[in-house]
């Protein structure tokens, strides 16, 4: 079995910074692309940002410059930096992580429960 565990999520003012963090647990042969997702009220879950095994990234468009995704591969963990966070930003924010598993030993998409980011005006 395999998890992804968010953390970090909470209410902070515009203009502020906040943290999230995203720990895969479990029966993991290896990582390749994690990732954050987000779903606000009433709209469609959409990309925020992905990162690979390598470091690579990838941001929407209404993120870049303000948040940094990176990734501690001994701890497989992935974070999110979210600095300058504006009301739009408010929304559930899920992790995802394409894991190879070393039981079954296929690869699939995992996903964490979510964590709330709730930024006031």
């Known amino acids: 079995q395999v998890q992804l565990v968010e953390s970090g999520g909470g209410l902070v003012q515009a203009g502020e910074s906040m943290r999230l963090s995203c720990a895969a647990s479990?029966?993991?042969?290896?990582?390749?692309?994690m990732g954050w997702y987000r779903r606000a009220p009433g709209k469609q879950r959409e990309l925020v940002a992905t990162?690979?095994?390598?470091?690579?990234?990838n941001y929407a468009d209404s993120v870049k410059g303000r948040f940094t995704i990176s990734r501690d591969n001994a701890k497989n963990t992935v974070y999110l930096q979210m600095n300058s966070l504006e009301p739009e930003d408010t929304a559930v924010y899920y992790c995802?992580?394409?894991?190879?598993?070393?039981?079954?030993?296929?690869?699939?998409?995992?996903w964490g429960q979510g964590t709330q980011v709730t930024v006031s005006s």
């Open positions: 990162i690979t095994s390598g470091g690579r990234t």
């Open positions: 479990g029966n993991i042969f290896s990582i390749n692309v």
């Open positions: 995802n992580a394409e894991i190879l598993n070393r039981v079954t030993m296929r690869t699939r998409l995992y």
